[in-house]
């Protein structure tokens, strides 16, 4: 931990500053009682807390619109790449795209357009097609990590636990890689077949009477 080291003269001024906001505070509250020193500060802190919790607000508002707006033009880019590339007017170009626009888009603006990534946003909209089945709960890095699992049943199984557990890219990837889909299958089947053995037992029952 680096230790800051105070000068006297540096300090002097900390001790009388301090001071001059003691003695303001003092003046602020003369003639008030305990009770109302008291039931300003709680007024203060009510008033600070109530500050706090917008802060916090608009800042997961701002968080939530910046990675909405990043999936919408991400799935907008790869609708453009799969679109242009289709056809047979377009084929003789199609294989070439990615290679040439990844050149020029990096150009323009810079990292995040190689060849690599122009795929997984092409990925990204043919996993997605229908922009409302995109859930802006989750990040692109998020979808990354989906876009890899090619059965859709699956794919959307991990991506509403993910929702649900409010799961980081890393939690995401454990449940991928611990196979977490195939443990509840096998458990739900294990649960399907008890209640077909008890409803048999209860018709099988309900038949003897």
């Not at 008030?32 to 917008?54: C, D, G, R, T, V």
Request: glycine share 4%; net charge positive; aromatic share 12%.
């Amino acid at each position: 931990m680096k230790i800051i080291q105070i000068t006297e003269q540096g300090r002097q001024k900390l001790i009388a500053s301090r001071e001059i906001m003691g003695q303001i505070e003092m003046d602020m509250f003369e003639g008030m009682s305990e009770q109302e020193i008291a039931q300003f500060h709680q007024y203060l802190l009510h008033i600070k807390m109530n500050i706090k919790k917008l802060m916090n607000e608009s800042r997961k508002h701002i968080v939530n619109y910046v990675n909405t707006t990043m999936l919408f033009t991400y799935w907008n880019i790869g609708k453009m790449i799969v679109e242009e590339q289709g056809g047979s007017r377009k084929a003789k170009y199609g294989n070439n795209l990615i290679s040439e626009l990844s050149k020029q888009l990096t150009f323009d603006f810079g990292k995040g357009f190689d060849e690599r990534n122009l795929r997984k946003v092409r990925q990204f909209y043919l996993m997605y097609p229908i922009w409302d089945s995109v859930r802006p709960e989750l990040t692109w890095t998020h979808y990354r990590t989906l876009i890899k699992i090619k059965e859709q049943n699956i794919r959307k199984f991990y991506m509403e636990e993910a929702i649900k557990g409010n799961w980081s890219v890393r939690q995401l990837e454990r449940q991928i890689a611990t196979c977490s889909y195939s443990r509840v299958i096998a458990n739900n089947s294990e649960v399907e077949k008890i209640d077909n053995v008890i409803l048999y037992n209860l018709n099988d029952n309900y038949s003897r009477r």
